[in-house]
């Protein structure tokens, strides 16, 4: 079933999340990552159709030190209302007085996959030894800058016994997502959640890598310190944690949280 199809009745899906309906409609800034953002793009219409609200998107990494990070972008003061990030990260972000305290709440969970480049031979990553080999046989290898890639680099490597081998080819892709580097040709292999890969044009998505070095983040939404819509706010990360949203969620290839 296609997320268009999932999608087909919003205002009877945000309906049954929204009790009582929000009684003044509310502009909604939200900053999020990229790992769930394609995800999200195809909820919104759905919670902006029962609620009357709008919703403005600012994309960015999660971390690091880019012009778009939300971390950088909250530093200078951007406006913001909701934050929907890699768990740990939204954890700094309330220790640092950016985030409300008690407003998290885990959305879902997002796997690393593989892709290539579309037409280029699909190799076998079934098993933790033919990932080994594949990564060994690559001339070159693209990561994240969030932490999909932070985990590819400083541990992944490591726990297949490969850093030194990966030195000089493996590359971490700042800002820009991995799967773009790869569809242009610019990197043979190139890892980062499922969810990011699925989306773009051009590649081939070989699968998840395996259950024994897999690393799952956890996607987590919170309300902003100085929103000036946090209960419009709430309502959205209701709807997004939602039962009832967990159909979308999976298409995309995330793991839902609710039950």
Do not use: C, W
């Amino acid at each position: 079933m296609s997320v268009r199809a999932l999608l087909l009745a919003p205002a009877l899906l945000v309906s049954t999340l929204l009790t009582p309906t929000l009684a003044r409609a509310a502009d909604v800034t939200v900053m999020i990552s990229g790992g769930f953002l394609s995800t999200y793009q195809a909820l919104v219409p759905g919670f902006e159709a029962a609620t009357g609200n709008h919703v403005a998107t600012v994309p960015g990494p999660s971390m690091g030190t880019t012009n778009n990070a939300i971390p950088v972008r909250l530093a200078r003061g951007e406006a913001d209302d909701v934050l929907i990030m890699v768990g740990y990260a939204l954890d700094g972000l309330i220790k640092d007085g950016r985030a409300v305290p008690g407003s998290k709440v885990d959305v879902a969970l997002s796997p690393i996959g593989m892709s290539v480049r579309a037409g280029s031979p699909v190799p076998d990553i079934s098993t933790v030894d033919k990932l080994r080999q594949v990564l060994l046989a690559a001339k070159s290898v693209a990561y994240s800058d969030s932490a999909s890639g932070v985990y590819i680099e400083t541990e992944l490597f490591k726990k297949l016994g490969i850093e030194d081998q990966m030195k000089g080819k493996a590359h971490m892709i700042p800002a820009t997502p991995v799967g773009e580097i790869v569809a242009k040709g610019d990197a043979e292999l190139g890892f980062q959640q499922v969810a990011e890969l699925l989306p773009v044009p051009g590649l081939t998505f070989v699968g998840k890598i395996p259950d024994a070095v897999q690393s799952v983040t956890v996607y987590s939404a919170g309300i902003a310190t100085g929103s000036k819509q946090p209960e419009a706010g709430k309502a959205l990360i209701q709807y997004l944690a939602s039962a009832q949203a967990a159909p979308v969620l999976e298409k995309m290839g995330l793991t839902p949280t609710a039950h």
